[in-house]
């Protein structure tokens, strides 16, 4: 049910000086080293309807005051979908109505939690009981952010004209040419996004504004105080949102919903120096906690997870972080999905990664299989895991994203 609330503010944006509003009339122009002949930020009507993803941390509230300055049709609402962590959702809460409060304009919750356990839950668990390496909140921007959540708005606001903002460090761009809507990286090396946002329906993005993705963490920061924003100082949400602050560990959270499956762990010959409790509980290129004899030669040094024996259960540790075994230059992926029209794929200078935040990998050459894509890599890369999420780039530009297989 949509709970809606317009309480007085107590720190209206109008109160604020006219520098700052100066400031503000330009936040939304671009501010990013792309060509602005050929992108442009969709920009609403004024009277447009402004939904504003409230996660209660400094990135979102900011998005929604930056709108609510610029259009009058603002709401923000807020998303609980674990209530197994019920006070954290409730501290949370209280702050995304503090800020909406603060911003004069109303807000809603809404319980996305049986969607989220049967769309990005159960198959993250699937995954790691399988022994692969699922990226969580990928599922939970294809499902849940971008994919429930736009039916739920879609229904609620029905022949209306209206958006969805989100705090993300990411930028939806008009590409100028087409009239497409691409996804770039984020303007701050340091906290893009875009990698956990290749797998998002590109029909769900025209409908998508993410603001913060054009500034620098600190700028937003400075926003926030220059807003008095109750959450400027506010941390940076760590973790997953179902993992509580009681659990020592992702691995504790995981025990309680995967049973153990012992098997061998061996070396390339095949000799058995221990034991494990589930392929699950250990990832490729990860140090082995086998203690192996140090005084012998053929076994001295220090020893890392090289491969993980499905059929046989059995995981492979070699010696030396950078052990040929450890690395690869062709790799493959399924579930492939393009954000763009393949045609219009660029044929040289492409790049690849296979983890958030890493220095863009260089791709010699590629192909693409009804929904599998194998890339030839200029560079070996290490520890490219089965599971996890990669991305193809041109550029800034997200192009799509499948699964390493």
Request: charged residues 20%.
């Amino acid at each position: 049910m949509l709970c809606l609330r317009r309480v007085r503010a107590y720190s209206s944006i109008a109160s604020k000086p006219a520098s700052l509003l100066s400031k503000l009339e330009q936040s939304l122009q671009l501010t990013n080293p792309v060509d602005a002949n050929e992108y442009s930020i969709p920009t609403p009507d004024p009277q447009d309807e402004i939904v504003i993803a409230m996660s209660s941390g400094v990135d979102s509230s900011v998005a929604a005051a930056l709108y609510k300055k610029k259009y009058k049709n603002v709401r923000g609402i807020y998303m609980a979908n674990w209530s197994q962590t019920a006070k954290c959702t409730e501290a949370d809460w209280n702050d995304v109505k503090r800020v909406c409060d603060q911003l004069d304009m109303p807000c809603s919750r809404v319980n996305f939690e049986r969607e989220y356990w049967e769309d990005v839950f159960t198959p993250m668990i699937d995954m790691y009981r399988r022994g692969l390496t699922p990226n969580p909140d990928t599922g939970c921007n294809r499902f849940i952010k971008f994919g429930v959540m736009l039916e739920y708005l879609t229904k609620l606001l029905g022949d209306s004209k209206w958006w969805l903002v989100t705090g993300h460090y990411a930028r939806i761009m008009r590409h100028n040419p087409t009239g497409e809507v691409h996804l770039l990286r984020g303007f701050s090396q340091q906290k893009d996004q875009s990698y956990y946002l290749s797998s998002v329906a590109p029909q769900s993005l025209s409908r998508v504004l993410m603001p913060i993705g054009h500034y620098v963490k600190p700028a937003v920061r400075q926003l926030a105080q220059d807003f008095d924003l109750h959450v400027q100082s506010k941390p940076d949400s760590q973790g997953l949102c179902f993992v509580s602050q009681d659990q020592s560990s992702f691995r504790d959270f995981l025990n309680e919903y995967i049973p153990p499956n012992p098997g061998n762990i061996i070396t390339e010959d095949g000799k058995v120096w221990g034991r494990h409790q589930g392929l699950w509980h250990a990832t490729i290129g990860q140090k082995s906690a086998i203690s192996m004899p140090q005084g012998d030669p053929n076994y001295k040094g220090v020893w890392f997870v090289s491969e993980k024996r499905y059929d046989t259960n059995e995981l492979v540790i070699v010696r030396g972080r950078d052990n040929p075994k450890l690395f690869a230059d062709k790799v493959k992926a399924n579930e492939w999905r393009w954000l763009i029209d393949p045609k219009t794929v660029p044929s040289e200078g492409l790049t690849m990664q296979y983890r958030s935040l890493q220095t863009p990998v260089k791709i010699e050459s590629w192909v693409v299989k009804d929904s599998t894509i194998e890339l030839k890599l200029c560079d070996a890369q290490r520890a490219m895991a089965p599971g996890q999420n990669l991305v193809l780039y041109s550029g800034n530009q997200v192009l799509g994203s499948g699964v390493i297989c």
